[in-house]
């Protein structure tokens, strides 16, 4: 059912089956993501348009919100905005939505998931035994995670619950940020560099901007202890994915489990040749419980908006 009389909402790209079910029982709902001539419908439809529901990986561009005159609400599916300007929905008083907090947990069991993969070497015990090849001999040893030392990248809400986490597995834990949060039982470190050169494990947790486009670069790579390890779980600009390459090829570090990557879906060959990452495709906030709560949220927002109340997690 597409409501006629109702708001006209623009999902960019494909979400929950039943949020996008639950905006189309309410809202006149158009799905960019299945135009074939996306500029047409544009042109066509985008006077019409009062919201836009997006995934925070995808965001919006500017070109596209050029051509929605009338639009008043962004709902973000997810908690990243860095794929929005900020400044620019600011500036056009457009709301936009986040769905924080209920993420948190999947995002940072994924980053510890992905360091004891990377670190114990899962994948590879995984198709050891898928191959047959037990009988005929053993796995190379793989490195301890208990004790460790672990530098977080990022200390908001993720990057707090990783290092719950991580004390669980008595890692030694050191973090930097914009900011030393004085309530937090971690040390402090004053930059990256040297978060960096101090751990055997580095996780990306800082919300991704245009500032922070490379930051993580063969300079960084370059203080890395040889046998340490990087996670991604934050955005894939992050990280010059080139100067990864090269890092992990010259054995300048100990290896990389992603999340997140430069250019996703697409990830370079030679990333997917090398045997010391671990990849998995943008899942660390997919599950079924988490994008229920996401969805929920989303819908909140345009609902409540629409209804003429606040949006409840507007961040502008
Ligand atoms: C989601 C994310 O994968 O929250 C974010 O910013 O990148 C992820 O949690 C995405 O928004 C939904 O597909």
């Known amino acids: 059912m597409n409501n006629v009389d109702t708001e006209a909402v623009l999902i960019l790209a494909p979400v929950k089956d039943e949020l996008m079910e639950k905006l189309a029982a309410h809202y006149r709902v158009y799905k960019l993501f299945e135009c074939e001539d996306t ?12 919201g836009i529901v997006t995934r925070g990986d995808i965001g919006v561009r500017n070109a596209v919100l050029d051509m929605l005159p009338g639009l008043e609400i962004i709902a973000i599916y997810g908690v990243g905005t860095d794929a929005v300007d900020l400044e620019y929905t600011r500036g056009r008083g457009i709301i936009v939505t986040t769905t924080p907090g209920v993420l948190t947990d999947d995002v940072a069991d994924m980053a510890m998931g992905l360091l004891l ?12 035994v898928r191959a047959g090849k037990w009988p005929h001999g053993s796995m190379p040893l793989s490195s301890k995670v208990s004790g460790k030392k672990l530098g977080i990248f990022g200390m908001g809400r993720i990057g707090q619950a990783i290092a719950r986490r991580a004390a669980g597995f008595d890692m030694q834990i050191t973090y930097t940020d914009r900011q030393r949060f004085d309530h937090l039982p971690y040390d402090f470190l004053p930059d990256l560099p040297s978060l960096a050169a101090a751990n055997d494990f580095l996780i990306v947790a800082i919300s991704g901007d245009q500032s922070s486009v490379g930051i993580i670069n063969r300079s960084i790579f370059a203080l890395m202890p040889a046998h340490a390890l990087l996670i991604n779980i934050a955005r894939g600009t ?28 697409h990830v370079p060959r030679d990333l997917i040749d090398l045997d010391i990452v671990v990849l998995q495709p943008h899942v660390a906030s997919a599950t079924v419980e988490t994008r229920i709560r996401m969805s929920d949220i989303v819908y909140a927002n345009i609902e409540a908006h629409f209804s003429g109340r606040p949006a409840p997690t507007a961040i502008s």
């Open 238 to 265: 992050l990280v010059n994915q080139d100067d990864l390459i090269d890092a992990l090829r010259d054995k300048q570090i100990g290896g990389a489990a992603l999340d997140v990557f430069a250019d996703e879906p």
């Open 39 to 50: 500029a047409a419908f544009l042109a066509k439809r985008g006077n019409e348009i009062k």
């Open 117 to 128: 993969a990377a670190s114990r070497r899962l994948c590879q015990g995984d198709s050891f």
